[in-house]
């Protein structure tokens, strides 16, 4: 003669089986709130208010004229930008003709604020012929092979772009690509924040 079965014991067994899915569903809600919670450019970053890190970056080898970048550079008296980029990044490709407006802005030109690149993880022959065919915006450009001073600036990814006020301290982390309504809004307040 067979055991009889609890009466509750088939419809506790069916939803034990429904409890990865329950689980599965409550995780894709909760990852899919987080990625809609807040604006990623403004990613916390533990160096506001602190000196660059130091660093010397080699020039993009084949751009003519155009030196590599240190943090020597931050700390000439005058506010500088530093947008690190790559080739191989298309938001880079798409926020470069903001950067090129940005750097023929008289405004800010008279002003002394400079604008540097900071050439992420890119082979040179790729870089010059981003940089050659889509105009240099930079005053200089470090070649970050290794991506080693991406990291120590706390780069999550490219493009990313960096206030630094005219003593080597950097002031404000824009992280992804810069729109004419971006640099509007926030960018440009953030370099006259810097100025003062």
Excluded at 3 to 28: M, N, W
Excluded at 41 to 55: D, E, K
Excluded at 106 to 128: M, Q
Excluded at 158 to 168: A, L, Y
Aim: hydrophobic share 45%; with cysteine; net charge negative.
């Amino acid at each position: 003669m067979s055991e009889s079965l609890e009466p509750g014991a088939p419809r506790q067994a069916s939803l034990l089986r429904l409890l990865p899915l329950g689980v599965f569903i409550l995780l894709a809600g909760l990852f899919l709130l987080r990625l809609f919670a807040g604006d990623a450019s403004r990613l916390p970053s533990a160096l506001i208010g602190r000196p660059a890190p130091p660093f010397a970056l080699p020039a993009v080898e084949g751009i003519a004229g155009v030196p590599g970048l240190s943090d020597e550079n931050l700390r000439e008296g005058h506010v500088s930008l530093i947008n690190v980029f790559a080739s191989w990044c298309a938001p880079c490709h798409a926020e470069h003709a903001t950067l090129m407006a940005l750097a023929r802005d008289p405004t800010l030109r008279d002003k002394g604020v400079r604008l540097y690149g900071l050439s992420y993880k890119d082979e040179p022959a790729n870089a010059r012929k981003f940089i050659e065919g889509d105009g240099n915006p930079y005053a200089a450009i470090g070649a970050d092979f290794s991506g080693r001073a991406a990291i120590d600036f706390g780069v999550y990814g490219v493009p990313e772009t960096f206030v630094v006020r005219g003593d080597g301290t950097i002031a404000y982390k824009f992280v992804g690509p810069l729109s004419p309504q971006a640099l509007a809004t926030t960018l440009i307040p953030e370099i006259e924040k810097a100025m003062k």
